[in-house]
């Protein structure tokens, strides 16, 4: 099992989720984040002013996969969010340990994908 945390472009978020979903992941949580790669200190034009832009607005995507989706999964997220442009995002893999459904008790591999008797 492995967690992958994808930050990327606010406007990546839906093509994403869609992604994801046609690879068969459903379970995600995200957060409003900011930040800044390697291009600390830039200084971008923001209405006619020159401004050092530290931290910029990204989209924290966290989800938690199965070995055997896990590299469909890296791809979907990349196809989805790459524009080419500086900031596009960055994505990083982790190992998980242990995962629970808490309305089964179902562990492992078998809490993460397929809900039994979900609506
Ligand atoms: N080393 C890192 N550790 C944690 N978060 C990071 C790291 N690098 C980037 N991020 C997060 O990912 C976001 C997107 O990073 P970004 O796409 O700018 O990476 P980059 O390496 O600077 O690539 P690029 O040159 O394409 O901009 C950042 O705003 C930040 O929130
Ligand atoms: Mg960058």
Redesign the pocket.
Known sequence: MKLITA?VQPSALEPVKTALAEVGIAGMTILD?K?????TGKVEVYRSQRVKVDF?P?IYIEMVVTDEVLDDALHAIQDAARTGA?????IWVTDVLQVIRVRTGETGPTAIHVAPHSN
């Open positions: 930050v984040a930040g800044h790669g390697t291009q910029l990204k500086i900031g596009d995002g960055k």
